[in-house]
């Protein structure tokens, strides 16, 4: 009798305690695998936001000193091009300053995704204001793009000469804020892909 009360007081788990147990230690797993995915999409994602500053500053500072003025010229007439004459170059310098100082402020939380790569909030700001940044790079790059392309073809049906045979060097300038503006828009891309596919994934 007494080796039978010994036996009754030994506690035995369940069927049902033992299958609730196993969901988490796979679900454990499966927390572990996504975090080290996630933390290597955020260091690209990291590296990928100074390549954009870097193309971003390069397209501000090349637009923004596109400036030239022909040899020839009287007491009252000058012949000078600059990025300030126009409008459009105007808001292409402002918005993609913009934008370069938008990912100089977005870089503590790139980091932030990197040292916690499960934070769902720093990842789901940084999807929605990359979104606002694209945006308006590709604006600012894209009617850049359509004055670069007048200057150097003109249009004979408003009868707009080319410009860039007598200012080279102000159209090579220019061309080359618009190409560093458009690498800055692809960048910015990747940027967002990024972001939703780490929300994405589990």
């Given at each position: 009798?007494?080796?039978?009360?010994?036996?009754v007081?030994?506690?035995?788990?369940?069927?049902?305690?033992?299958?609730?147990?196993?969901?988490?230690?796979?679900?454990?797993?499966?927390?572990?695998?996504?975090?080290?995915?996630?933390?290597?999409?955020?260091?690209?994602?990291?590296?990928?936001?100074?390549?954009?500053?870097?193309?971003?500053?390069?397209?501000a500072?090349?637009m923004?000193?596109?400036?030239?003025?022909l040899?020839?010229?009287?007491?009252?007439?000058?012949?000078?091009?600059?990025?300030?004459?126009?409008?459009?170059?105007?808001?292409?310098?402002?918005?993609?300053?913009?934008?370069?100082?938008y990912?100089?402020?977005?870089?503590?939380?790139?980091?932030?995704?990197?040292?916690?790569?499960?934070?769902?909030?720093?990842?789901?700001?940084?999807?929605?204001?990359d979104?606002?940044?694209?945006?308006?790079?590709?604006?600012?790059?894209?009617a850049?793009?359509?004055?670069?392309?007048?200057?150097?073809?003109?249009?004979?049906?408003?009868?707009w000469?080319?410009?860039?045979?007598?200012?080279?060097?102000?159209?090579?300038?220019?061309?080359g804020?618009?190409?560093?503006?458009?690498?800055?828009?692809?960048?910015?891309?990747?940027?967002?892909?990024?972001?939703?596919?780490?929300?994405k994934r589990?």
């Amino acid at each position: 009798m007494k080796s039978d009360s010994i036996a009754v007081d030994v506690p035995a788990e369940s069927s049902s305690a033992i299958k609730g147990k196993a969901p988490l230690l796979g679900l454990a797993r499966d927390h572990t695998g996504s975090g080290g995915y996630k933390r290597g999409l955020s260091i690209f994602d990291f590296l990928l936001r100074l390549a954009a500053i870097v193309a971003a500053l390069a397209a501000a500072a090349t637009m923004g000193t596109s400036d030239e003025t022909l040899p020839f010229f009287t007491q009252f007439l000058q012949f000078e091009a600059s990025y300030d004459d126009l409008p459009t170059f105007q808001f292409f310098v402002v918005a993609i300053a913009i934008v370069a100082g938008y990912l100089v402020l977005s870089l503590p939380f790139s980091v932030v995704t990197i040292v916690r790569p499960l934070a769902v909030a720093p990842r789901l700001l940084l999807l929605v204001l990359d979104t606002a940044a694209l945006a308006l790079d590709t604006a600012a790059a894209s009617a850049a793009a359509a004055i670069v392309y007048l200057a150097h073809n003109g249009n004979t049906n408003t009868n707009w000469l080319p410009i860039c045979q007598q200012f080279g060097d102000f159209c090579q300038k220019t061309s080359g804020a618009v190409v560093s503006a458009f690498a800055s828009v692809t960048f910015l891309a990747i940027l967002v892909v990024i972001s939703g596919v780490s929300l994405k994934r589990p």
